[in-house]
Nanobody, 127 residues
Framework: QVQLVESGGGLVQAGGSLRLSCAAS????????MGWFRQAPGKEREFVAR????????YYADSVKGRFTISRDNAKNTVYLQMNSLKPEDTAVYYC????????????????????WGQGTQVTVSS
């Protein structure tokens, strides 16, 4: 079993930055691919970014490409999402998730591809 806990959310002005962290406990996530998703009020949960088990092959949703960076530190069992140039439309609850498939030729961007989820952290971007 894997437990994931997100942190780092908050209120920021448009154009600002935040760094989200996702700390894993229980079974190590070093053999898992990790992803970030987000869910805005009234909307479905959507894919944001994914990283393979060794930190390679980062993949991003078009809406965040060039602004967000996913990374991981397997020694700390932690995944990060650096978010720059934030926009009001980035406002959402952000979730990290673990995928038991450590690599994939086709990026796995659906919620059903992930096996474990955190409880989420709120990000609010004011205009």
């Amino acid at each position: 079993q894997v437990q994931l806990v997100e942190s780092g959310g908050g209120l920021v002005q448009a154009g600002g930055s935040l760094r989200l962290s996702c700390a894993a406990s229980g079974r190590t996530t070093s053999n898992y691919a990790m992803g970030w998703f987000r869910q805005a009020p009234g909307k479905e949960r959507e894919f944001v970014a994914r990283i393979s088990k060794n930190g390679g092959f980062p993949y991003y949703a078009d809406s965040v490409k060039g602004r967000f960076t996913i990374s991981r530190d397997n020694a700390k069992n932690t995944v990060y999402l650096q978010m720059n140039s934030l926009k009001p439309e980035d406002t959402a609850v952000y979730y990290c998730a673990a995928d038991r498939l450590p690599y994939s030729v086709v990026p796995r961007t659906t919620t059903g591809s992930y096996d474990y989820w955190g409880q989420g952290t709120q990000v609010t971007v004011s205009s």
